[in-house]
């Protein structure tokens, strides 16, 4: 059994078990959400074309 001085929880407990894997799922369903969302913007066609402007707005800069 684990017990911290600063968390009065005990972590051998069912509900405890039960919490951790409900929030382990969250995240990797935000984790999940995050990959789609990431590769949708990278295939999208707007956002490739403003970051290429971008890009050469810069170089121009540089010049």
Known sequence: MVIF???PEKF????????????TE?????ERQLRELEKDLALSKTYIQ???ALAHDRSK???
């Open 50 to 52: 403003r970051t290429l």
């Open 26 to 30: 969250k995240c990797m369903t935000a």
């Open 12 to 23: 051998d407990a069912n509900a405890m078990i039960l919490k951790l894997q409900e929030e």
């Open 61 to 63: 800069m540089l010049l």
């Open 5 to 7: 001085h600063g968390c």
